[in-house]
């Protein structure tokens, strides 16, 4: 029984352990199944995610590309309104910018104008006042020399007829003794028979009485005959020119030689000098000078002059400080006035064209000089300042005497001047369609040497680096120097530096944009709203560095570098960025300032 029952309990043991693998294999099988199921709902799942991805991608990407053009569009619009705008505003402060300068400008030449005219008004005024009392001094000369003259005249006649009247009673008193020795019985009858009222009268009445008014007559024309051969003779007979030499030495303090010295008194009394020679070592040469003297002077020795005329004259400019010099305490001869027609300043390496002067002179000084040449085009005013004097200058075309084929117009300069040294302390002038103002300090005591500092407003670039550059509005400023034995080899030895900023130009043969998209063709233009950079240059380089360029969306910078033979190199970083795109690119320059190429090295 217990056999049975332990095998009971052992069979029921093994039904149970066999019934619990059966669960657990159906377990695991359900488990495994589930599991099945899930990584293949999950496979699945993942699969229709990523094809569901994937659609959403491609169709994200083909609303993309149907979305590009218009974002472009919209960028592209967005772009061209802020350059637009960017340009209204640089516009609208250009032109204040403008408006403002044009204003100062006219302020300034308005003034100018209103000093100039001041001071010409002042000077007519003097010159009016000056000539009235000239003319009037003149004047009571002349009725002085008159009265002196007729009265002189008034003598001598009264003289030359006491004279004819008593040879006249001489020759009576002869021929009456003559008569009378001839035959003094006739003579007796006939002096019986004579008026008796004719016989009390002296021979001198009787010869006056017989003769009336042929002494007068005779003598007349006489004193005629003489004054006209006086007169006519005056011209040919020299004068002495010692007096004059010492004279003018004394006034100039300078050694003078004069040729020769003729008075002439028809049409008006005047004095010539001839071959005139001032100075020893770089002396000033005269061909002829006129002088108007003082009429009540004409018989002193020397003779007085108001005014001196100098005709085809050659100045050299060492006699400049001779010129400068302090004569107020000399003996000056009594000038006034000098002027000059055909004036050659003796200054080879400036080869400058005759010139015309007008000086006034005080107690023997220089007061005021105005220069001109013939055409008026000209004009130099200098005021002495004891070892130096003020000097204006203006003319309509000033070209520079440098070694540089440019020709300013509207000079306009002032300052002083030394025998060795021209300062300018304001200077300006127009060129390249804008204005260029400075100041200038030229040297030529030891070889030739110019400095200063300059700047430039509202030049047209494209006047300048064409056809590099068309358009674009240029302002700027900087320093120069140069030097040379002669003028127009200073600009071998010649230095610049400074800075620039150009408004609204373009650069020609290249469209940076389509270079920056992959064309490798050049030709364009490229536009730009702003341009600025550095500049430095010698004889052998001129060197444009440190080059900032916007252009709407686009930028760049770099360096461009040019040789005397206008050969360019260089090198430019360009550079679009926008919200969809950005883009990068390094060209290089070569080429000629005439023909600039561009290459994208990148």
């Known amino acids: ?131 009235e009392e000239e003319a009037q001094r003149a004047e009571e000369e002349e009725k002085r020399a008159e009265e002196e003259k007729r009265a002189e005249e008034e003598e001598k006649r009264i003289r030359e007829e006491e004279k004819a009247q008593a040879k006249a009673a001489k020759k009576a008193r002869k021929a009456a003794r ?51 051969v006086a007169v006519a003779a005056l011209p040919f007979v020299p004068l002495e020119s010692g007096p004059y030499e010492k004279a003018a030495q004394a006034w100039l303090g300078e050694p003078v030689k004069i040729g020769t010295v003729n008075l002439t008194l028809l049409p008006i009394p005047q004095l010539k000098f001839e071959k005139v020679v001032i100075g020893k070592q770089h002396p000033m040469r005269a061909a002829l000078i006129k002088a108007a003297p003082v009429i009540t002077s004409l018989l002193e020795d020397p003779i007085s002059l108001k005014s001196l005329e100098v005709e085809n004259a050659t100045f050299p400019r060492e006699f400049l400080p001779a010129l400068l010099q302090d004569k107020g305490r000399r003996g000056s001869l009594g000038v006034q006035r000098i002027s000059a027609k055909g004036l050659k300043l003796d200054i080879p390496e400036l080869n400058l064209p005759a010139l015309e002067v007008n000086a006034i002179l005080s107690d023997g000084a220089l007061q005021s000089v105005a220069i001109f040449n013939a055409e008026r085009r000209l004009s130099v005013k200098l005021q002495p300042q004891g070892e130096r004097a003020g000097i204006e200058i203006s003319a309509d075309a000033f070209p520079l005497p440098i070694g540089l084929d440019l020709t300013l117009s509207e000079f306009l300069a002032k300052g002083t001047v030394t025998k060795g040294e021209l300062a300018l302390s304001e200077a300006e002038a127009r060129a390249f369609g804008g204005r260029l103002l ?165």
């Open 438 to 602: 400075g100041n200038v300090r030229l040297r030529w005591s030891n070889g030739w040497s110019m400095e200063g500092e300059f700047a430039v407003r509202q030049m047209d670039a494209g006047k300048i680096a064409a056809p590099l550059l068309a358009g674009g509005t240029l302002q700027g400023k900087g320093v120069y120097s140069m030097k040379g034995l002669l003028p127009e080899r200073m600009i071998l030895n010649a230095q610049l530096d400074g800075n620039f900023t150009i408004q609204k130009g373009s650069i020609t043969n290249v469209d940076m944009t389509r270079l920056l998209q992959g064309s490798s063709s050049g030709g364009g233009t490229t536009l730009f709203s702003e341009m600025s950079g550095g500049v430095s240059a010698d004889a052998n380089r001129l060197l444009v560095r440190q080059i900032r360029m916007a252009a709407g969306l686009l930028s760049a910078a770099g360096q461009v570098e040019m040789d005397p033979q206008k050969n360019l190199s260089g090198r430019m970083q360009i550079e679009i960025r926008a919200q969809s795109v950005q883009a990068r690119a390094v060209l290089t320059v070569a080429g000629t300032l005439q023909n600039p190429q561009f290459r994208r090295s990148n």
């Open 178 to 228: 003559a008569k009378e020795r001839a035959g003094e019985n006739a003579g007796r009858g006939e002096e019986e028979a004579r008026d008796p009222n004719e016989a009390s009268l002296s021979a001198r009445e009787i010869w006056a009485k017989r003769r009336p008014g042929s002494l007068a007559k005779q003598f007349a024309a006489m004193l005629l005959l003489t004054l006209v």
């Open 1 to 131: 029984m217990r056999r049975e029952a332990e095998e009971r309990a052992r069979k029921e043991v093994e039904e149970r352990m066999r019934r619990e693998e059966v669960e657990r294999r159906m377990r695991e099988e359900r488990e495994q199944a589930e599991r099945r199921a899930r990584i293949e709902t999950e496979a699945r799942a993942q699969v229709e995610a990523e094809m569901r991805a994937r659609r959403e991608s491609e169709e994200r990407a083909r609303r993309e590309e149907e979305e590009r053009p218009r974002r472009e569009e919209e960028l592209r619009r967005r772009a061209e309104q802020e350059a637009r705008e960017r340009r209204e505003t640089e516009d609208r402060e250009a032109l204040e910018r403008s408006l403002r300068e044009q204003e100062e400008n006219a302020r300034r030449e308005a003034e100018y104008r209103e000093r100039e005219e001041a001071q010409r008004r002042e000077e007519e005024e003097r010159a009016r006042r000056e000539s």
